[in-house]
């Protein structure tokens, strides 16, 4: 079992920056990718940005050049760099960890850009 637990959203301005960092607790020597998802309200929930446990990383077309995924060393912590935040950007940010088949998702925090 693998438990997340996110923090760091908020409010923020266009053009704003914050980071977003999940705690990640439990069995984890099996972990092999983290990510971050969101969804907004009536949009599907979309992938933002994967970190495996080989170094790795992957971003959606909408935040490359403006969002940052990486892990600490113990790769029990995984953070999301936003940078120049567009009201677009607003939605609940998910963590995530796979370890096998199995996906775990943490509770979720809301981010809100203003324009």
């Known amino acids: 079992q693998v438990q997340l637990v996110e923090s760091g959203g908020g409010l923020v301005q266009a053009g704003g920056s914050l980071r977003l960092t999940c705690a990640a607790s439990?069995?984890?020597?099996?972990?092999?990718?983290m990510a971050w998802y969101r969804q907004a309200p009536g949009k599907q929930r979309e992938l933002v940005a994967t970190?495996?446990?080989?170094?790795?990383?992957n971003y959606a077309d909408s935040v490359k050049g403006r969002f940052t995924i990486s892990r600490d060393n113990a790769k029990t912590t995984v953070y999301l760099q936003m940078n120049s935040l567009k009201p677009e950007d607003t939605a609940v940010y998910y963590c995530?960890?796979?370890?096998?088949?199995?996906?775990?998702w943490g509770q979720g925090t809301q981010v809100t850009v203003s324009s």
């Open positions: 995530t960890a796979k370890q096998g088949i199995t996906t775990y």
């Open positions: 439990g069995t984890l020597n099996r972990v092999n990718a």
């Open positions: 970190a495996t446990s080989g170094g790795s990383t």
